[in-house]
């Protein structure tokens, strides 16, 4: 899941930011779910502390088990979260440190991490591979249709329209319109 505030310093950025960008594009695959052949530095990793209210959230809804590693780490994949899946099988969810520091502050740290969990989750143990990028028009705003967008969610509407957020990702067919907002 890519970050949604991308700042330039200088022309050396955006020229490699492009780059990157044409490269998740043309591939087609989504740019935070990938496999990659080097033996997971993360293998004996539990789950960190920092992160377990997500996962414990997407247990109770999902019915299934976390089993995976889930780190804060360093990462120069430059997404906020990653769903990293090695040659023999294993998978684990790396949090961008860059990210998490730039919203541990946040009084909606909580659902900044919800939100890039469930993402990342989807990716790893539901092995949805494709992102939803469609936005809806609702009560007059553009919004994302579904956490599985690229992009992190504007976190006023994630926090608004959560309770369809949540049971869109476990049932994609839920509309926001069946909802009674106020
Ligand atoms: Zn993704």
Redesign the pocket.
């Known amino acids: 899941?890519m970050f949604k505030e991308i700042q330039f310093k200088g022309l050396y950025q955006l020229v490699i930011f492009f780059c990157i960008l044409f490269i998740l594009m043309s591939c087609g695959e989504?740019?935070?779910?990938f496999r990659i052949k080097s033996y997971t530095p993360y293998a004996s990793f539990g789950i960190d502390n920092r992160l377990t209210a997500p996962v414990e959230l997407f247990e109770s809804m999902s019915g299934l088990v976390v089993d995976i590693p889930v780190v804060i780490d360093t990462t120069n994949i430059g997404a906020a979260g990653s769903c990293i899946e090695y040659n023999d099988g294993e998978k684990a969810i790396v949090i961008n440190i860059d990210y998490y520091n730039q919203i541990k502050t946040n009084r909606y740290k909580e659902y900044y991490l919800e939100e890039v969990m469930l993402?990342e989750l989807s990716?790893c143990i539901l092995n949805v591979m494709n992102?939803d990028n469609t936005v809806i028009t609702f009560n007059g705003i553009t919004i994302a249709r579904s956490i599985?967008n690229?992009y992190t969610l504007n976190m006023i509407h994630y926090i608004k329209y959560r309770e369809y957020y949540l049971d869109q990702l476990f049932d994609a067919d839920v509309s926001i319109y069946d909802y009674n907002w106020e």
């Open positions: 899941m989504v740019a935070d779910k993402h990716h992102h599985m690229a």
